[in-house]
């Protein structure tokens, strides 16, 4: 018997009092009459920022403008051209450090929390976090109004690997200062796209 199995054996021996699930069918979640601009509030209000882009704009000359002195950036995403490192061919994840920007694409995003569902569509999911800066293409529609509804979408789906990004990585944990980039991305920058395909 592993200790993990004699820990939860010595759990279930000395549980007192059992008691049903509660019922979670009547829980009235939060919706928006406007998801889309729930969601731009959101992101902003935990530190991202949105950016609408126009049918026809093309996203490569996008990111450069955003970050004109940008010298590594991964992508697998075929409408990348200025990808100058691929997640998906890299050795090791070890690789992607140095990276400037990193664009990955997002299934959806969330209104309630400013959250976007990143499935792992490429091998190494460092890109995700080892960016200084991080881009996420997101198709405008694809917006639910909580994470109830974000939940249900994502349970029956063979995703394996995904987490939930909302605004760039930070910690306020010593002496209460406010460090952004902390442990991933310095900034986050949700493009919201018009045609881009979803894979949900």
Known sequence: MSSKEDILKKVRTNIGQRYDMPDLSDIKAVAYSD??????????????RTIEVAPGRDVNTLIRELFPEAREIASN?????????NPDTVGSAGELNGTD??????????????????????KEKAVCFIS??????LRRTDIV??????????AFNEY???????????????????????????????LLMPNVQSNT
């Open 145 to 154: 109004n909580n994470m109830h509804e974000a939940y249900r979408r994502i």
């Open 77 to 85: 995403l075929p409408e990348l051209s200025i990808a100058t490192r």
């Open 35 to 48: 998801p889309l601009a729930q969601f731009v509030k959101m992101t902003e209000t935990v530190g991202g």
């Open 132 to 137: 200084e800066h991080l881009v996420i293409l």
């Open 160 to 190: 394996g690997y995904g987490t939930f990004i909302s605004g760039p990585s930070k910690t306020a944990d010593i002496a209460q200062v406010l460090v952004m980039g902390a442990q991933a991305a310095r900034s986050t920058t949700v």
């Open 101 to 122: 920007v990193g664009v990955v694409r997002g299934m959806f995003g969330v209104a309630e929390n400013g959250c976007v569902w990143v499935p792992q569509q490429m």
